[in-house]
C-alpha cells in the first residue's frame, strides 16, 4: 500500500526553523521525483521544492529561495524539507508529492508562522 506522511509541522515565531519529513512506502522511492507543495487559506497549491530522482538536484520557488533546502535520503525513503527565516507568508498546509510512472500525495503537515 503507497503511503506518504508528513511530519515535523507546528507553530513557529518569525524568524525561526522547521524542519519537515515525509516518509515513503509502498512504491520503489528512488525512481520518483519528489516535491513539496503548499496550500495557503483561499489559495491554489504551490509548488515549493522539488527534487531530482537522479542527481539530487533541486529547484526552489522564488519565495523561499535562500531560505528552504530540499533534500532526499533514499537508503530511508524520506524527503526532508529544511525551512528557515519563516515568515507569516509561510503558513500554510504542507504536502509531501511523488512523481514518475504514477501520482502520490501525503495528507498535508500544517505549519503556521506567527508571533
Known amino acids: 500500500q503507497v503511503s506518504l506522511v508528513e511530519s515535523g509541522g507546528g507553530l513557529v515565531q518569525p524568524g525561526g526553523s522547521l524542519r519537515l519529513s515525509c516518509s515513503a512506502s509502498?512504491?520503489?522511492?528512488?525512481?520518483?521525483?519528489m516535491s513539496w507543495y503548499r496550500q495557503a487559506p483561499g489559495k491554489e497549491r504551490e509548488l515549493v521544492a522539488q527534487?531530482?530522482?537522479?542527481?539530487?538536484?533541486?529547484n526552489y520557488a522564488d519565495s523561499v529561495k535562500g531560505r528552504f533546502t530540499m533534500s532526499r535520503d533514499n537508503a530511508k525513503n524520506t524527503v526532508y524539507l529544511q525551512m528557515n527565516s519563516l515568515k507569516p507568508e509561510d503558513t500554510a498546509v504542507y504536502y509531501c508529492?511523488?512523481?514518475?510512472?504514477?501520482?502520490?500525495w501525503g495528507q498535508g503537515t500544517q505549519v503556521t508562522v506567527s508571533s
Open positions: 508529492n511523488a512523481v514518475a510512472f504514477y501520482t502520490y
Open positions: 527534487i531530482s530522482r537522479t542527481d539530487g538536484s533541486t
Open positions: 509502498g512504491f520503489v522511492f528512488s525512481f520518483y521525483t
